[in-house]
């Protein structure tokens, strides 16, 4: 059902209800008043008999009483009968023949004494007209209100599509906004109430999208780019060994840049498919008591091997007291790794790689320090966006891809990377922790398959070295 069709019918259900607890309360209190305001006129008719009736019994002729009483009742309206029954057998009926208490009639029953005479007074008066106005009522409620509920709701059908209108507007734009024209945006009316609030949040929506879509075609673009050249280097490589005969060693130099090529293509893939999960699929794992100081030592001594080809000393400096976070530690062992490796990849020979770790009551710091070539005030926004190697004095090895995986990391942890930068001098990534103690608000840590180690990375780094 249309929410046309479902706003009629709820306006009618509750019409309805309205009309008819209105139509009954009318009809009850209408009985209710015409029933009192009959009940008053008997109590004032009975009032004025009794006391003309023992006024006028102070005669002894029976018979002149009875004159007199009819007298009386007949300047009393037609619909009203009495009759006064006595202790020593007197009875009186008006009119003639009639009985008070009567079907249809309202009745009010007195007694009251005369000399040493018990007398029962009893007046009714008719109700036949009171029920014929009362049906009439009856008839005039059910026969309109039908009538003015199919008004009110050909009125709501007409007022629901008019309201409506906007949102069927809205739909047909809606549809011609595909892949191709996500730049297009609704009509936002002027009226400030929920169709415009509608509008505006279904044009955020395009906006988000199509940023989206953007990131995402220039991701595949960047990796098409990254994944051609060592293609081409493979494919040429075999294709100038094969154009005539070589020598064994000619042949072993061609394999050996071929299996090259291929680590560096195939650490590449690893890299994609870790951040392509880490986008779509989430694993619940549970933090534990981590102690950075441990992670930082191993990290480093894992690193150590490379210093000495690349002319790189590295200083550590860890906290005094336990740094205790609560963490992965497979992810957080990466997250270091990455961030050392990228200060390796970017410092000059004879340079100096600096990392240490400080903690208060409320955060532990993780700093990685480097002096290589720095970055550059306009790069530093996009640092952390994939394939990013937009400095021209950056360039080196990797694939631009290890600072977003450091992101993705220590935005799962809950903690933020700080960079402080000066070109030519060197860079300092300070990775913020909350302390154990000050948990994040998931007691679980949301990551996905950011926990693949990165020894492949580290082992590719050794083989070129060697």
């Known amino acids: 059902m249309s929410i046309r069709f479902r706003l009629t019918l709820w306006y009618a259900a509750v019409l309805s209800a309205a009309l008819a607890l209105f139509g009954g309360l009318l009809f009850f209190s ?7 305001e009959i009940d008053r006129e008997l109590e004032g008719t009975s009032a004025r008999f009794q006391s003309y009736f023992i006024a006028e019994s102070a005669m002894e002729s029976k018979g002149h009483l009875i004159g007199e009483l009819k007298e009386f009742c007949q300047a009393l309206p037609p ?8 202790s020593d ?20 029953r007195r007694d009251f004494r005369v000399r040493d005479t018990t007398f029962r007074l009893e007046t009714a008066a008719s109700l036949a007209e009171t029920f014929h106005t009362l049906q009439l009522l009856r008839i005039l409620l059910l026969s309109l209100t039908p009538i003015v509920i199919l008004a009110a709701c050909a009125g709501g059908a007409w007022m629901s599509r008019r309201a409506l209108r ?3 507007d809205i739909t047909a734009s809606a549809l011609t906004i595909g892949i191709e024209n996500l730049s297009q945006r609704l009509p936002v009316l002027d009226t400030k109430d929920e169709i415009a609030r509608l509008s505006e949040v279904l044009n955020m929506m395009f906006a988000r999208l199509e940023s989206a879509v953007k990131t995402l075609s220039q991701f595949v673009a960047d990796a098409s780019h990254e994944l051609r050249t060592p293609l081409a280097v493979i494919r040429a490589t075999a294709e100038v060994a094969l154009r005539k005969d070589r020598t064994a060693e000619a042949y072993r130099a061609s394999l050996e ?17 870790t951040l392509a999960r880490s986008d779509t699929r989430a694993a619940e794992m549970p933090l534990t008591p981590v102690d950075a100081n441990d992670v930082v030592r191993e990290v480093c001594t894992q690193m150590a091997s490379l210093t000495e080809p690349r002319q790189i000393s590295l200083d550590v400096h860890y906290s005094k007291d336990a740094a205790s976070i609560a963490a992965n530690r497979a992810a957080l062992h ?24 400080s903690n208060s009551s409320t955060q532990v710091r993780v700093s990685f320090e480097d002096s290589g070539v720095g970055i550059a005030n306009q790069s530093r926004p996009h640092i952390f966006k994939r394939f990013y190697r937009g400095d021209p004095s950056r360039t080196g090895p990797g694939h631009g891809l290890g600072l977003s995986l450091a992101e993705t990391i220590a935005e799962a942890h809950g903690a933020t990377i700080e960079v402080e930068s000066t070109p030519g001098v060197g860079s300092r990534f300070d990775v913020v922790f909350p302390a154990r103690g000050a948990k994040p608000a998931s007691g679980n840590l949301q990551i996905s398959a950011v926990l693949s180690t990165f ?12």
Do not use: C, W
């Open 455 to 466: 020894a492949d990375a580290t082992s590719r780094e050794r083989s070129k070295l060697k």
């Open 30 to 36: 209408m009985r209710q008043r015409m029933l009192h």
């Open 79 to 86: 619909s009203v009968s009495i009759q006064v029954q006595g």
């Open 257 to 273: 840049e071929i299996v090259a090529e291929s680590g560096r293509m195939t650490g590449l893939v690893e890299d994609l498919l």
């Open 89 to 108: 057998g007197f009875i009186f009926r008006y009119p003639a023949g009639s009985r008070a208490a009567v079907v249809d009639a309202r009745t009010l």
């Open 334 to 357: 990466r997250l270091f790794l990455a961030l050392l490796d990228n200060a390796f990849k970017y410092s000059h020979p004879g340079g100096r790689a600096r990392v240490t770790v």
């Open 166 to 168: 906007p949102v069927d």
